[in-house]
């Protein structure tokens, strides 16, 4: 019996890598069907079998992106140590990545520039990759406060807010003028706001 027709088996989590870093490089408009298919090394019909479409196929890599860097982010800040020594541990890991030779940036707010105002589905993964991380810092300035370490008299859900913006604000500029030293001015500053 031929086996012809059968679609070929393949690795999951590695084909949605491949087309992550598609979308990444080139943005949801500009990536062909094409590009998809050199890229994961799959045919049209496998790809459209298994993902259901190119814009199916963008939300799970956009989900496998937040899945995997909220954990990285999470992990930051959560370890043992000073609160300060997090926070800026945050900021700092973030230059680092927004520097190394092979950086695009970060995926969720590229495509956010890109599609935010058209695209729910973008909106959903940036939204929620947020409201995770806001959560994760309310959390660690809530024992900040606690512990006296910050001593600031706005509220940990006032100060996470504002890091969030620094931070995010950081990751943009850090792309768009590859300025390392004032990102190394922002890590400064925020740490200063946070007294």
């Not at 989590?13 to 090394?41: H, I, Q, R």
């Not at 931070?167 to 500029?173: A, K």
């Given at each position: 019996m031929s086996k012809s027709g059968r679609p070929r088996e393949f690795n999951k989590?590695?084909?949605?890598?491949?087309?992550?870093?598609?979308?990444?490089?080139?943005?949801?408009?500009?990536?062909?069907?094409?590009?998809?298919?050199?890229?994961?090394?799959l045919g049209r019909g496998s790809l459209y079998n298994t993902f259901g479409s190119k814009h199916e196929l963008y939300e799970q890599t956009l989900q496998?992106?937040?899945?995997?860097?909220?954990?990285?982010?999470?992990?930051?800040?959560?370890?043992?140590?000073?609160?300060?020594?997090r926070l800026r541990g945050l900021l700092e890991w973030a230059v680092e990545k927004d520097f190394e030779d092979s950086s695009k940036g970060c995926f969720l707010i590229n495509a956010t520039m890109e599609r935010g105002r058209t695209d729910s589905i973008v909106e959903v993964w940036s939204n929620?990759?947020?409201?995770?991380l806001e959560s994760v810092l309310n959390?660690?300035?809530e024992k900040g406060i606690e512990s006296g370490e910050i001593t600031s008299d706005r509220s940990a859900l006032?100060?996470?807010?504002?890091?969030?913006?620094?931070?995010?604000?950081?990751?943009?500029?850090?792309?768009?003028t590859q300025n390392?030293?004032?990102?190394e001015q922002i890590v400064e500053g925020t740490m200063a706001n946070i007294y």
């Open positions: 989590p590695e084909v949605l890598d491949a087309a992550m870093n598609v979308f990444w490089l080139k943005g949801y408009e500009a990536c062909s069907t094409e590009d998809l298919c050199s890229s994961t090394g496998r992106y937040h899945e995997h860097w909220i954990q990285v982010q999470t992990a930051i800040l959560e370890q043992p140590g000073p609160v300060k020594e929620r990759h947020v409201e995770c959390r660690v300035i006032e100060l996470s807010r504002t890091f969030i913006c620094s931070y995010y604000g950081l990751r943009t500029l850090n792309v768009t390392r030293d004032m990102a």
